[in-house]
C-alpha cells in the first residue's frame, strides 16, 4: 500500500475512521474521539545555545505527528502507528525502563508528567506522522508532546505550554536517555503560526519573531541520517562545561558560556584547550547572531540574515565542527541560487537538514537545483520541503 501524500495523511477525518476501523469502541461511539497534533521543528538561527542557557530561535513546522484517540483506556495505553509495525502498549501503572523503542517516547511522557503532579488518562489510538524520523526535525519532540496532549485525556493538558515543553525534555533527558537542551520540545509546544519564537533558554522568556511577508521556508535534507551524533552531542557539552569551569575559576558569577562574550573568551584562552576555546567560540558569537537576527527580521533586512546564517554555518563546520560535506554542499548551492536570501544547516549537525529563506518563485528552482545538482553532486537521495510555521500542540482542527 502506497503512504498517503503528506497533507492527507494528517486529516483528523482520515485518521478518526482509522481509529474505528481497528477499535469497536471509538466506532461504537465515534464522539469520543479526540485528535491532537504537534509539530517538528526547524530552527532558524542559535544552534547548540540551548544547553548552554543561550539563545535559540525556532519554528514549528507543518510536517506533524497526530494522534487520533479514544480516551478512558482503563490504566493502559494501546497506539498504533502508520510508520512503526509495532505498536506501543504501555501499562501505566508499570511503564519499565527504555526499551530503545518508539514507546519510550510516549511512556517517558506519561512518566514525566506524573512526576510533575499531572493527571496521565489512558487511551486507545492511532498515529500518523509526517515529521522523517532521524532527520533533525525533531519527531521525537513531536511525539512527546503529541502523547502529553493525548495522556491528558479528553481535555487540553493542565499545564502551560512552557511547562509541558519541560516535562517532556525531561522524559527525553531521564526516560529515553538523550542529554537535549529544551529548544525541540519548546518549539513543539509554544510554537506560533507565521512566526519563528525566541527562547532564552535561561530566564525561560519568549518572544514571538514573525517572519517577512513574502517569503517562504524551506527545509532540505540532505539524506545523511545522523549517525555517530549522540557520542559527538555529549562531547560538544563537555567540552563547553570545560570551558565554563576553567573561565569561572577567574570569574566565578560565570555559570555558563552564556555569562561570556568574546573579550572574557580572548583572555583566558591561553588557559584552555585550542578545542574548547573554539567550541566557546561558536556558542559566545552564535548567541550575538541570534539577537541580531531578531532585529534584522523585524527590519526585514534579509541579506543581512543572510549574512548572519553564513556566518552561523561557517561557524558550526570550523569551531563547533559539527557541520559534514553534505551539509555544506547543500548551503552553498542553496545560498548561491538566485532568490534565496539565507541558508544554513540545521539541527544538532553531523547530517540532517539545512533550512534556506527564499522568495517563493524562487523555490521550484531551489529544488531543481537540490535534486539535480546536490543529488549528482553527493550521490545522496535529498527531500525539499517548502513548510509553513505553524501553531505550537493542541487540537486538530
Ligand atoms: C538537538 C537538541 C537541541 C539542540 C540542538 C542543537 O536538536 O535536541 O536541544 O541542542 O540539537 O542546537
Redesign the pocket.
Known amino acids: 500500500m502506497t503512504a498517503p501524500a503528506d497533507r492527507e495523511r494528517l486529516d483528523p477525518v482520515r485518521l478518526a475512521d482509522r481509529l474505528t476501523a481497528v477499535d469497536p469502541a471509538a466506532a461504537a461511539d465515534p464522539g469520543s474521539i479526540r485528535v491532537v497534533r504537534a509539530p517538528g521543528r526547524v530552527?532558524l538561527i542559535?544552534?547548540?545555545?540551548?544547553?548552554n542557557d543561550g539563545l535559540?530561535l525556532p519554528a514549528a513546522i507543518d510536517l506533524e505527528v497526530r494522534i487520533a484517540y479514544r480516551p478512558g483506556e482503563p490504566g493502559r495505553v494501546h497506539l498504533d502507528s502508520e510508520e512503526q509495525v509495532e505498536p506501543a502498549t504501555i501499562d501505566l501503572g508499570a511503564p519499565g525502563p527504555a526499551t530503545g523503542a518508539w514507546t519510550d517516547y510516549v511512556a517517558g511522557t506519561a512518566i514525566a508528567m506524573r512526576a510533575a503532579g499531572l493527571a496521565v488518562h489512558g487511551f486507545r489510538g492511532v498515529l500518523a506522522s509526517t515529521v522523517p524520523v532521524g532527520a533533525?526535525l525533531?519527531s521525537s519532540a513531536a511525539l512527546e508532546l503529541a502523547a502529553a496532549w493525548a495522556l491528558s485525556g479528553g481535555a487540553a493538558p493542565a499545564a502551560d505550554p512552557l511547562t509541558l515543553a519541560r516535562i517532556a525534555q525531561r522524559a527525553e533527558n531521564e526516560h529515553v536517555g538523550v542529554r537535549?537542551?529544551?529548544?525541540?520540545q519548546f518549539a513543539s509546544a509554544s510554537g506560533r503560526a507565521g512566526a519563528a519564537v525566541l527562547l532564552d533558554c535561561r530566564s525561560l522568556a519568549s518572544r514571538v519573531v514573525p517572519l517577512p511577508d513574502g517569503i517562504t521556508l524551506v527545509v532540505a535534507h540532505t539524506g545523511v541520517p545522523r549517525a555517530l551524533s549522540g557520542s559527538a552531542?555529549n562531547e560538544r557539552r563537555a567540552q563547553c562545561e570545560a570551558a565554563v569551569a576553567a573561565i569561572a575559576r577567574h570569574v566565578p558569577a560565570v555559570r555558563a558560556l552564556r555569562d561570556v562574550d568574546e573579550p572574557m573568551l580572548a583572555r583566558y584562552a591561553a588557559e584552555l584547550d585550542p578545542v574548547v576555546v573554539r567550541r566557546a567560540r561558536h556558542v559566545v558569537s552564535e548567541n550575538a547572531r541570534v539577537l541580531a537576527a531578531e532585529a534584522a527580521l523585524a527590519a526585514g533586512d534579509l541579506s543581512l540574515v543572510g549574512r548572519l546564517f553564513a556566518a552561523s554555518h561557517a561557524s558550526l563546520r570550523d569551531d563547533y565542527e559539527v557541520s559534514c560535506p553534505e551539509l555544506d554542499l547543500l548551503v552553498s548551492i542553496a545560498a548561491g541560487t538566485p532568490g534565496v536570501h539565507a541558508a544554513r544547516m540545521t539541527?544538532?549537525g553531523f547530517g540532517g537538514c539545512i533550512v534556506a529563506l527564499a522568495d517563493p518563485a524562487a523555490v521550484p528552482r531551489l529544488t531543481a537545483a537540490i535534486e539535480g545538482e546536490y543529488a549528482a553532486r553527493s550521490g545522496r537521495t535529498p527531500r525539499v520541503w517548502a513548510v509553513r510555521a505553524v501553531d505550537g500542540a493542541g487540537i486538530a482542527a
Open positions: 530552527n542559535g544552534e547548540h545555545t540551548d544547553y535559540v533533525g525533531s537535549c537542551g529544551l529548544m525541540d552531542y539541527g544538532a
